[in-house]
């Protein structure tokens, strides 16, 4: 598995700790799930609630590493100060950066992405960009300092899955070598399946799990979906065929017409 | 003084940020603060001088996908 920045998890899941059922709901999806990575985020803090160090002391028994991310932001401004602010909660340099462009689609404004990343990579951030499948992006996303992409599978929350294959598969053979992680739109196992098929390096994925109807059930298929795709791209797949060729040998077949 | 903290308006008698962040009970909260949009760290809030005005957020950690 490549690594990211220089890190090697443990397995190629990177799971939301947002909108589930309940504590104990999130931590045996996390159990079954086997993910190695929790996305976390900031928010605005009541000093009667302290709703902040009650979820922080759950995510820290799950004993994963920690991805916090700056959802929500919309301008350079906001995702810098979010970062510089994660930094020093969360003790990592790691950062899933998003800057938001447009509301109805939670599309990434490359634009202040590209420029965002630049300013963290050059103040020590190890940023994880989430972006578009737009190869020129991913080109100006590295020259910025990104050493890992995120690229969407579809938007955020749509469980639509992998919505331009085509566009996915130029960009994984563009950069073969940069560690690229699907994150967004994943709805179903298969969708994890494909998407390690297709050669991508792990997978980010919340609301399937958390929103699904058997929350724990569906940890674990993805767990089973997200192996199983990566086994199949190691394994080589044969190629596909317009034309029907037989399996079974021809040869020593019985002539039994008259 | 009144100062706006996470939206609220809220008065403190101290201008220095690291007192007024105790004032206002986040002293024992791991919170990470901005004040009028620019990070302040944990260690840069002693010397922080607060004035009227002055837009305060703090987060902690949350959910997130």
């Not at chain 1, 994963?64 to 959802?71: G, S």
């Amino acid at each position: 598995m490549k690594k990211f920045y220089g890190v090697e998890i443990e397995s190629p899941l990177m799971l939301g700790t947002a909108q589930y059922p309940s504590p104990s709901i999130l931590i045996s999806c996390f159990k079954k799930s086997k993910a190695s990575v929790a996305t976390v985020s900031l928010r605005r803090e009541s000093s009667a609630s302290d709703s902040g160090n009650n979820f922080w002391s759950i995510i820290k028994e799950l004993n994963v590493r920690i991805l916090p991310n700056t959802a929500g932001c919309h301008t350079v401004k906001e995702a810098v100060t979010t970062a510089h602010m994660a930094r020093e909660i969360f003790n990592t340099k790691w950062i899933k950066l998003e800057v938001i462009g447009e509301e109805d689609t939670l599309q990434p404004d490359v634009f202040g992405l590209v420029e965002a990343s630049k300013i963290l990579s050059d103040d020590g951030f190890e940023v994880f960009p989430y972006t578009t499948e737009d190869l020129v992006v991913a080109d100006k996303l590295l020259n910025a300092g990104c050493k890992v992409l995120m690229p969407w599978g579809s938007p955020i929350g749509s469980g639509q899955g992998l919505n331009n294959i085509f566009g996915l598969k130029a960009l994984r053979s563009h950069f073969p070598d940069i560690p690229m992680v699907i994150d967004a739109g994943i709805g179903l196992p298969s969708h994890a399946t494909r998407a390690m098929e297709l050669g991508f390096d792990a997978i980010l994925l919340n609301t399937a799990i958390a929103k699904a109807g058997d929350p724990v059930t569906m940890a674990e298929a993805f767990s089973y979906a997200i192996l199983s795709g990566s086994l199949g791209k190691e394994a080589d797949p044969m190629e596909p065929r317009d034309m029907a060729v037989p399996s079974t040998p021809i040869f020593g077949k019985a002539f039994l017409d008259d | 003084m009144n100062i706006i903290v996470n939206g609220e308006n809220k008065n403190v008698s101290n201008d220095n940020m690291k007192e007024a962040m105790n004032e206002l009970g986040f002293k024992e909260l791991k919170c990470a603060t901005a004040l009028n949009g620019n990070f302040i760290s944990v260690d840069d809030r002693e010397f922080t001088t607060l004035k009227e005005g002055d837009k305060i957020e703090v987060l902690s950690p949350q959910q997130g996908g």
